[in-house]
């Protein structure tokens, strides 16, 4: 998840595939629908912490392009700054409350170890330091379900809020990234908070889901072979949804990589293990960029979204892909010198306007032509 100001933004460095587009379907009949609900939406930049931009009637655009759900950090840092103290969860309250008004559930993407929990041992950056101990970490955990869970005291005391109670939850992002987590390779230290951090959720709320964090393609392994060594460290039975994030050239390598994700799951047992793609996208800064395969015009955005989502609809069901969420909704006002990052939502900032790309028609279509009742 990528952050600026109050979710700072980070980038990805992403090993690039290359391949042939998928061709568009003849007809819509040819092609298998979408549950409703499938596609979400990652929530971040000026979005939230930009003054200009009016987050609840962004919010509601959101919810009548026809996605419920998007996803969004849960600062573990900024809430719970000093060690021995109960969380401040004011932040996180707004957000909630502001989602639920709209009617969208929030996938939490809980992340960022308090400099009084951190592991220092690696060095780097603060913000991809993982917790000394992951019990730490699982009692953050404990306190977002008890506030925010289906029984949670949030819901309680914001009786006029419509009740979106969260369910799924996902455990830190793209630690096979140095970015993200500091103590490569990644696998065995990750696997313990995955450990911790999953039996929390699943103690505090047993019918809730535990997604893993965002794996990506890139630092030595692409994703498949990430995963693989998830379950080689004893990660199989930690969690509910293995997520992706596939970011590469065209829809049909996004669908190599779900492929080879899947067959990774089979040699562990675990063919049947839901995989949901928690972050999703192609940029539109005018292609070029050194080893960015996934960066192209405004255009060429809008196009590789309506092939991607028409290739995922054909491979839903034999991949058991579970949801599909766009990086991101809205950009920053970026020139031509920023990383891919500042051009990857469907809005960007003009000024202080928010100001539409081709890709929301493109995804609003896609929607609307590709969702179904379940």
């Known amino acids: 998840m990528r952050r600026t100001g109050l979710v700072k933004l980070l980038t990805a460095a992403v090993l690039a595939l290359g391949g042939a ?7 819509a009949a040819r092609t298998p629908a979408l549950p ?4 979400g939406m990652n929530a ?3 979005l939230l912490d930009d003054p200009h931009v009016d987050l609840s009637a962004q919010l509601g655009r959101i919810h009548a392009t026809g996605i419920p759900n998007v996803r969004a950090v849960f600062d573990w840092a900024a809430a719970q700054p000093v060690g021995g103290t109960a969380p401040d969860l004011t932040r996180l309250d707004a957000l909630v409350g502001a ?3 709209k009617g969208l559930t929030v996938l939490p993407v809980v992340l960022h170890s308090p400099a009084w929990a951190a592991d220092t041992s690696a060095g780097g950056d603060p913000y ?6 992951p019990e730490d970490y699982a009692g953050f955990l404990r306190t977002l379900i008890a506030r925010y869970g289906p029984r949670g005291s949030f819901w309680t005391s914001h009786p006029r809020v419509p009740k979106h109670a969260i369910r799924r939850w996902q ?6 990234l140095p970015r993200f987590w500091s103590i490569q390779p990644f696998a065995r230290s990750y696997t313990a908070l995955l450990k911790a951090g999953g039996a929390a959720v699943h103690q505090a709320d047993p019918g809730a889901k535990v997604y893993t964090a965002g794996i990506t393609n890139g630092y030595g392994s692409p994703s498949w072979e990430a995963i693989a060594q998830l379950y080689a460290a004893g990660a199989k039975g930690s969690f509910d949804v293995i997520a992706v994030h596939p970011y590469t ?10 492929k080879r994700v899947r067959a990774a799951t089979r040699r562990y047992g ?3 293990t839901p995989i949901a793609l928690t972050e999703l996208s192609w940029s539109s800064g005018g292609g070029g960029r050194k080893g960015i395969t996934w960066d192209t015009t405004e255009r060429g955005q809008a196009t590789r979204l309506t092939q991607v989502f028409t290739a995922i609809a054909r491979h839903r069901r034999d991949l058991r892909l579970t949801a599909a969420y766009w990086y991101t909704w809205l950009s920053p006002q970026a020139g031509p010198a920023q990383g891919w990052e500042f051009f990857a939502g469907l809005n960007r900032m003009r000024g202080t306007t928010v100001v539409p790309k081709p890709a929301l028609a493109a995804l609003r279509a896609a929607i609307r032509r590709r969702t179904q009742s379940p």
């Not at 991809?128 to 101990?133: I, K, S």
């Not at 455990?171 to 096979?176: A, K, Q, V």
């Not at 050239?249 to 779900?258: N, S, Y």
């Open 21 to 27: 587009v998928v061709p568009a379907a003849s007809s």
């Open 36 to 39: 409703k609900g499938f596609v």
């Open 44 to 46: 971040d930049g000026p």
């Open 99 to 101: 989602t639920a008004a």
């Open 128 to 133: 991809a330091q993982p917790p000394v101990h």
């Open 171 to 176: 455990l830190w992002n793209e630690p096979n």
């Open 249 to 258: 050239g065209t829809a049909a390598r996004v669908i190599e990589t779900l």
């Open 270 to 272: 675990a063919a049947r």
